[in-house]
């Protein structure tokens, strides 16, 4: 009786500790993302929207995260598809180096992107005689988006085709023939709901990306300022509007987050 009026205080006790390391967490989580909000003066909110930098900003991220998004998507499904289903000498080097942008640091990535696309770069004289050149536009944007964000979708791709049903997939490709109509009729629509939540990722994580565009792409407003550029800009020059900004930023964020754990709970929901 002793031993288990013992156990259950010491299990109240363990409880009691992870619940704090839990509170202590999410405060420190929530309280920099309510301390942004508390800064927002509600009397100059609709001033602010109307600030032709953050007005610029916003359209230059949705513009280029988008279009970035969109080709990670077209590279990314395919090389996903092709992981997933063949076996190759060195496939455990290529699977490190597709994931390498996400650990690398932004600053590193535009670096190596620079080195790569500038005039003297690796790529350089090639592009030279094409009359490109991609470092200071919005092109630059867009390839450091690419770079830093194309693998959390190709990543959510590939898990979603190496959790597929094998014995549905091999049945389909006998009673079809073809690998092709077997990938867009079968493997690519059961995938589906796990694909577009790392789109949805992609576009965030493309929209947020702050070092790679400025080492590669710089900070010029209307052509290669997104908003987080903007936010660093203006925390100097109009701390409210870099505060706005912020705001916009957190709120398209936790909306992009949410739909992805919607998507998951219905993809978890399918499987059962």
């Known amino acids: 009786m002793k031993r288990t009026t013992?156990?259950?205080?010491?299990?109240?006790?363990?409880?009691?500790?992870?619940?704090?390391?839990?509170?202590?967490?999410?405060?420190?989580?929530?309280?920099?993302?309510?301390?942004?909000?508390?800064r927002i003066n509600p009397s100059q909110v609709n001033g602010q929207l109307h600030n032709a930098q953050i007005i610029e900003a916003i359209k230059l991220s949705l513009y280029t995260s988008g279009i970035a998004t969109l080709?990670?998507?077209?590279?990314t499904v395919p090389t996903a598809y092709f992981?997933?289903?063949?076996?190759?000498?060195?496939?455990?080097?290529?699977?490190?180096?597709?994931?390498?942008?996400?650990v690398m640091p932004p600053a590193v990535a535009g670096v190596a992107l620079l080195y790569a696309f500038a005039p003297r770069g690796l790529l350089g004289p090639i592009l030279n005689r094409l009359g490109l050149i991609i470092p200071g536009g919005t092109i630059a944007v867009i390839l450091a988006q690419i770079f830093v964000a194309s693998p959390f979708v190709l990543r959510s791709a590939k898990a979603g085709f190496e959790n597929l049903d094998k014995d549905i997939i091999n049945s389909a490709k006998i009673l079809s023939g073809s690998r092709l109509r077997v990938f867009f009729t079968i493997s690519l629509p059961l995938s589906a709901r796990v694909i577009i939540s790392g789109v949805m990722l992609t576009w965030a994580r493309a929209m947020g990306e702050f070092g790679a565009t400025l080492m590669f792409a710089g900070n010029l407003p209307g052509l290669t300022q997104t908003m987080p550029l903007a936010i660093y800009s203006l925390m100097n020059s109009d701390p409210l509007a870099g505060v706005m900004l912020s705001t916009v930023l957190i709120v398209i964020s936790f909306t992009i987050l949410i739909v992805i754990k919607l998507l998951e709970q219905k993809s978890f929901g399918a499987k059962k």
């Not at 619940?19 to 929530?30: E, G, N, Q, R, S």
Request: hydrophobic share 65%.
């Open 6 to 38: 013992a156990n259950s205080f010491s299990n109240k006790i363990v409880i009691l500790i992870l619940a704090l390391i839990v509170l202590t967490y999410l405060l420190f989580i929530t309280l920099p993302i309510l301390a942004v909000f508390l």
């Open 71 to 75: 080709i990670a998507l077209c590279l």
């Open 83 to 102: 992981m997933a289903t063949r076996k190759f000498p060195g496939k455990a080097i290529v699977d490190t180096l597709i994931d390498l942008p996400i």
